[in-house]
């Protein structure tokens, strides 16, 4: 029999009790009457204050040793140009991303990694993570992000804290709400290294996987311990932070700005629905490969080392080529830059059609951050923190459906000011009730999981032996 650890039974005791937060007609004290239990005193709350205070140690050290190992595997072999100008790169790549897919696929058949795995978002709706191939998805997203694929080590993160969190309420027996809370605690504390705030890591988590109101409370409370530890390890040591990261021309606040912010908004809007265009395109087009587990992502990894010859801003996740095109946009040209946000699309699309593994909250922010570039560009008038800003956040706020924590990323990221905060909030939720509160994403996901003839047929035979 699973163990049920109830973490608010004071606020069930109180809506069984009406009247027992109020103060009694004999003058007692505001909770000393017989009905009011203090939080910390229900008998679910210390042990999984206990577990979540473990995940965030845990994962603080695991989130540190794997973007170390990232970090130091790029810098191994990738150097990005002076001048990152068109075929500014070196041929040369092209045999470290092709090496690089052929590793993926070996591995991917070592460790009879399934063709689709659950991503980060889907993960997090979930509220539960298949232990099974935790270590072995880690293992592969390691390889695709060393290898220059464009996704993010969100994905991978992701895995290991709510695996950590399944795991551990599995081996304990929990009952499925407890599991649940920890799954989401653990990935919270995965994030809080990854994003540098605690705030913005239970944001992210709570808003994207929607708990229940009844343990809403719960959640937010163990989500945010569980970050907040893993923070307080994870920095000190790390000592980087996403915070004002990207450092952009002050602007002055004008009323105009909230009525542009709206055509802002439609096309952050528009640039999702083209990103999930590409994404279906590219799955379909990679269809008939699915039984290649090697030769699929070997011919993914040349085809976007190809592209990142050309425009070497497209490799990796993209986090630190956004500064330099902060930095040096205006010389790039509007050009240079708009071809980099499309290419970027495609090879996000073509990466994660082709076997890699990794996430797409990074990757999206990179395109949204080029697309302001660009806008500002092509409208010079449009102040360029406000265009990068208000498209920073709005594509993804749009293609994962969580305005809010993207607004408060990107006054925390970009430093904008609160009055030049609204029309950067407007554009998000324009661009969220456009895509995601139409249920036009909802539509292209679901067909976007319709199978093709060829792959159906592939996923009903055993893979080859040879490639």
Known sequence: ?????????????????????????????????????????????????????????????????????????????????????????????????????VLVGVLRRVFRLPAKLPGTMKELRDERVETSTVFKAVAVSLVSLVGGASLGPEDALGKM?????????????????????????????????????????????AEVARPKLVRLGDTLVATLLSSTVAFAV?????????????????????????????????????????????????AKLTAPLAKRTILRPALGGIAFGLVGVALPLTMFTGTDQLTTMIHDGAALGAGLIIAVLFAKILTFALCAATGFIGGPILVMLFVGGTAGIAAHLLIPRLPEGLAFAAMFAAILGALVAAPFTLIVFAALTTQVGTLQLAPVAIAVLTAYLAVSGSGVLMALARKGRKPAPSASRAARQPPRSAS
């Open 1 to 101: 029999m699973k163990r049920r650890m109830p973490f608010s039974r004071a606020s069930r005791r109180a809506k069984a009790e009406p009247g027992t937060f109020s103060q009694s007609s004999s003058g007692e004290e505001p909770g000393s009457g017989p009905g009011f239990v203090a939080l910390d005193r229900s008998r679910g709350f210390w042990p999984i204050i206990g577990y979540v205070v473990v995940f965030g140690l845990v994962l603080a050290f695991a989130a540190l040793a794997f973007l170390g190992l990232l970090k130091g595997g790029t810098k191994l072999w990738f150097t990005l140009p002076k001048n990152p100008g068109w075929f500014s790169g070196h041929l040369w790549w092209v045999a470290v991303t092709a090496a690089a897919g």
């Open 161 to 205: 804290g709510g695996g950590l969190g399944t795991w551990v309420s599995a081996r304990r027996n929990l009952d499925e709400s407890t599991s649940a809370t920890n799954t989401l605690s653990g990935m919270s504390a995965a994030y809080a290294g990854l994003l540098s705030s605690p705030i913005l890591a239970t944001a992210l988590v």
């Open 234 to 282: 994870y920095f000190p040591i790390a000592g980087s932070t996403f915070l004002g990261i990207y450092r952009l021309p002050p602007f002055r606040y004008e009323d105009w700005q909230l009525a542009a912010a709206v055509p802002l908004g439609l096309a952050a809007g528009a640039i999702a629905l083209i990103t999930m265009a590409a994404i279906g395109l590219l």
